[in-house]
């Protein structure tokens, strides 16, 4: 799906350095997270979480969102289904796709965006360390279905 992948080890390291617990709840949220291609809800993280592993807590998983969102691992996907639904952040600067019609998240190579941030940088003196830039549209598999 993206064009760079997430290393669900460096997420682990993230939160035991933060003081979690890490048991094989936040594993498998982990990797749920990590590997999907569509931005998901707490909820649908609960879904999916308990297909393999029937037992596990609604609250245990929503705190586990909230953890991770707040470690900056996780984003919110703004103006779209309520806001409630979350992608991996990546460590770089880039533009997140969502198409409306399937859900599938991507994030697109964002040179011309680096381009501008540098040049912002470099005349104004500012230092951008965040960007939230989203895209909404068709993906080209349904364009092709429509
Ligand atoms: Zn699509």
């Not at 770089?92 to 940088?121: K, N, V």
């Amino acid at each position: 799906m993206r064009s760079r992948t997430i290393n669900p080890k460096d997420w682990l390291t993230a939160l035991v350095e933060s003081g979690v617990r890490v048991t094989t709840v936040q594993e498998t949220l982990i990797d749920i997270f990590a590997h999907s291609e569509y931005p998901l809800s707490a909820e649908q993280a609960w879904n999916v979480a308990r297909q393999s592993r029937p037992k596990t807590g609604r609250a245990t998983v929503y705190r586990m969102v909230e953890k991770l969102e707040n470690l900056g691992l996780i984003r919110r996907v703004h103006g779209y289904q309520g806001c409630s639904h979350f992608v991996p952040t990546l460590p770089e600067l880039m533009m997140l796709f969502i198409c409306l019609s399937c859900g599938r998240a991507e994030y697109l190579d964002s040179q011309p965006l680096d381009d501008l941030i540098q040049q912002s940088e470099h005349t104004s003196g500012r230092h951008i360390t965040d960007s939230r830039l989203q895209l909404f549209g068709a993906c080209s598999d349904c364009q092709q279905k429509a």
